[in-house]
């Protein structure tokens, strides 16, 4: 007798623990469901309107989270398949048709997204470098998209690397003073930006007289013109996009272009970045340079 008691207690106390889960279940579900209906209802197809920042035929969303069946998200910013041969290095445009060009170019411009990146700091030295690097850059007739190397060389900050580069273009010690920067102990002129710009300016043209491309010439940039050479003549190939490089450097000039979309249309790739206005104290002679 006792034992059924037992039993009758136990089936009731599962009973009312059974009932209170399914009320507690609907109250959550009622409580969310009005809410998932409305994000699911943001996943429909979209309008889109075209980028007037110089993108050709890219096309940006009306939001961070839409999709239809022709477009692809990249951060924020939605494409048609044959936008990514728009894109240029120094007017170099990438092979049109050549899908692993294509998705070389999507993975540079993935990596260097916001939400791979998680920073403002580019767009902060850009802002600060570029008033000095481009003036110089049109002075010497080298392209506008070179002041992109210093962002994608020095990155995050200016340390010194590995192999001893140091300062913004990251000249080798042996190659800053050749091309007339001083170099020793008591002083490192690669970390002045006018003087190591002008001396990028001096081996960027003289690479250009070798390899007469641009997109070539950022190549040798990053693994040095013997290499380089050595590869054309190796495939008998001139052309960077279709030339088979190391790692590094076939995704060097990639990066560039990604670096130059980000900063030109920041709001694209997810960046908040807004640009400040910053007012530069210059000695007549240049030497000496300050931001405010």
């Known amino acids: 007798m006792e034992k059924r008691k037992m039993i009758k207690k136990h089936l009731v106390t599962c009973s009312v623990m059974a009932v ?3 009320i507690s279940r609907l109250l959550i579900f009622w409580t ?40 692809v998200r990249v951060g924020f910013i939605a494409h048609k398949n044959n936008s990514i041969d728009s894109l240029n290095f120094a007017d170099e445009k990438l092979p049109k048709h050549d899908e692993k060009s294509r ?12 939400s791979k990146v998680q920073s403002n700091i580019l767009h902060q030295k850009a802002e ?23 962002l994608v060389e020095s990155g995050f900050g200016e ?16 190659t800053a003073r050749t091309y007339g920067l001083k170099v020793n102990k008591n002083r490192d002129e690669r970390l002045n930006l006018r003087k190591s ?29 013997p290499n380089l050479a050595r590869l054309m003549r190796k495939q008998c190939q001139c052309n960077y996009f279709k030339i088979k490089m190391n790692t590094e450097t076939g995704a060097y000039v990639y990066n560039l272009i990604a670096m130059k979309e980000i900063i030109n249309d920041p709001k694209l790739y997810g960046y908040t970045y807004q640009k400040p206005v910053y007012g530069v ?12």
């Not at 470098?129 to 002041?147: R, W």
């Not at 690479?207 to 990053?222: G, R, T």
């Not at 002679?285 to 405010?292: I, P, S, T, W």
Request: proline letters at 5%; one cysteine or more.
């Open 20 to 22: 209170t889960m399914i």
């Open 32 to 71: 969310v469901l009005p809410e998932a209906v409305t994000e699911i209802s943001r996943f429909k197809p979209v309008s889109v309107a075209e980028s007037t920042a110089g993108h050709g035929s890219f096309n940006v969303l009306n939001g961070s989270n839409y999709y239809d069946s022709k477009r």
């Open 103 to 114: 998705g070389k170019m999507k993975r540079s411009l993935r990596l260097h997204n916001f």
């Open 128 to 150: 600060k470098m570029f008033p000095i690097i481009e003036p110089i850059l049109k002075a010497n007739g080298i392209p506008d998209d070179f002041k992109y190397i210093p």
């Open 159 to 174: 340390g010194r690397s590995s192999r001893g580069a140091y300062g913004a273009w990251q000249f080798m010690p042996g």
């Open 197 to 225: 710009t002008i001396a990028a300016c001096k081996y960027l043209r003289e690479l250009h007289s070798e390899f007469k491309s641009w997109a070539m010439v950022a190549a040798a940039y990053n693994t040095g013109s």
């Open 281 to 292: 104290n210059t000695e007549i002679n240049g030497e000496v340079l300050a931001f405010n």
